[in-house]
């Protein structure tokens, strides 16, 4: 767990390293700390395990062990958090941001839901759209194992929760934060209601631009898998922030039961405190006197993980195929698909937060209270553990039905 560092407040535009930073300016890479890289274990392995200054990493893990199809099903996903996924999202379009090229995008895609039996998603019957970050097909970036494995977990993930929504796979040149900024103003300039990004890296501004797009959903990796750790994208006021459970079936009425995502050989959940973002108006936390981190969750873990299809070897497989991932790089396109179900993405403010905020503690989302990413100070425990109220680990909490987007 990273240690929790004095937090100061600090406004839209303030100054950052002696230099003021206007609104609406490019990224501009932070030359702080340096986390350690994400280790692979006996039990599964990062995607995307070096994380590196100026750029973003993703947050997808892959189980070790090979069977022939394991993890949650669009079935699973769709029961625990009643989704009502068979008759809405007719009418959102959901982009996935990603780093490089996914060259079996579209035809994995096809596998994974003529598997559960999801209405297949092709660019011929316009469901599907594949651009490079300027916006156009072809000319793409070279292949990059890792984020291949991302891009068709995040597909995937959309596919089992929202089937009939369309989407827009968005490919970055590099994983360097603008051009996965960049192509974030892509999606939306193409028409994306919903835009998923499943990465982060370090805090880096006050305030970026391009994840700021009026009437647009930007769901974002909460705060990556390795504990308390502020990152962004995440810790803009302008997205939402995703954190992880672990989620298990159980005898009550729920029939599932959830808590925060903490495996000692793997990763956790992140949260955080940042050191750049003003806390927004509609988030009232008392003790963390910045922007904190996240908003919402959904499953995350990989020992609970979510099927998918890959046919690029990726993590211990050496073939491709079925593979069980996890990590916040799964709940980030889940909670994305939800905003596609909602379908409410026509709203001109930008903190489509505020809903799950103005939510809280109702039945629209199950509140997480048991578990923990770390440790922090008495001050800032609710951080990095469940409980009551708002916690850093899982927000308010993970989707029951939609009517928290």
């Known amino acids: ?20 930073i206007p609104a609406g300016a490019p990224p501009v890479p932070s030359d702080v700390f340096a986390a350690a890289p994400l280790r692979a274990s006996s039990t599964a392995t990062p995607l995307c395990p070096v994380r590196t200054r100026g750029a973003f990493q993703c947050f997808a893990w892959a189980l070790t062990s090979r069977t022939a199809l394991k993890g949650y099903t669009p079935r699973d ?8 996924s068979s008759t809405r999202g007719k009418s959102s379009v959901v982009a996935i941001v990603g780093a490089y090229d996914d060259p079996r995008a579209e035809s994995d895609l096809l596998v994974y839901r003529a598997r559960f039996g999801l209405p297949a998603c092709t660019a011929s019957n316009g469901c599907f759209r594949k651009v490079n970050e300027q916006g156009t097909a072809g000319s793409y970036p070279r292949a990059d194992r890792g984020w291949t494995g991302e891009m068709s977990l995040d597909l995937d ?9 369309k989407i827009l796979l968005v490919e970055a040149t ?4 603008p051009d996965l900024g960049f192509s974030v103003r892509t999606a939306a300039r193409l028409g994306a209601s919903v835009i998923s ?57 729920r029939g599932w ?57 990726v993590g211990a497989s050496r073939t491709g195929g079925w593979v069980t991932f ?42 997480i209270d048991k578990g923990r990413n770390g440790t922090c100070p008495a001050v800032y425990a609710y951080i990095c553990s469940a409980g009551h109220g708002y916690n850093g680990p899982t927000g308010w909490g993970t989707p029951n039905g939609v009517t928290a987007f």
């Open 1 to 20: 767990m990273k240690p929790l560092r004095l937090l100061v407040p600090i406004v839209l535009g303030a100054a950052l390293g002696g230099c003021a």
């Open 326 to 367: 996890g990590g916040t790089s799964a709940a980030t396109p889940i909670v994305a698909a939800a905003y596609g179900l909602a379908g409410n993405a026509r709203q001109l403010s930008a903190t489509f937060a505020k809903s799950i905020y103005d939510a809280a503690a109702t039945p629209a989302l199950n509140h």
């Open 157 to 165: 993930m959309v596919s089992a929760v929202c089937p009939h929504c």
């Open 77 to 84: 996903l769709q029961s625990a958090y009643r989704f009502p």
């Open 257 to 313: 039961e959830e808590r925060v995502w903490n495996d000692a050989d793997i990763g956790a959940t992140g949260s955080g405190c940042s050191d750049f973002v003003a806390k927004p108006a509609w988030q009232t936390d008392d003790g963390c006197p910045t922007r904190a981190a996240a908003d919402v969750a959904a499953v995350a873990d990989p020992l609970t993980g979510v099927a998918v299809y890959d046919s690029t070897p």
């Open 174 to 177: 590099s994983s360097s934060a």
């Open 197 to 253: 990004n499943s990465y982060g890296g370090y805090e880096y501004a006050p305030y970026d631009a391009n994840f700021d797009q009026r009437g647009k959903a930007i769901v974002v990796a909460g705060t990556g898998d390795d504990g308390y750790f502020p990152e962004q994208p995440a810790s803009f006021a302008t997205v939402v922030a995703v954190g992880g459970t672990t989620l298990a079936r159980a005898s009550n009425a």
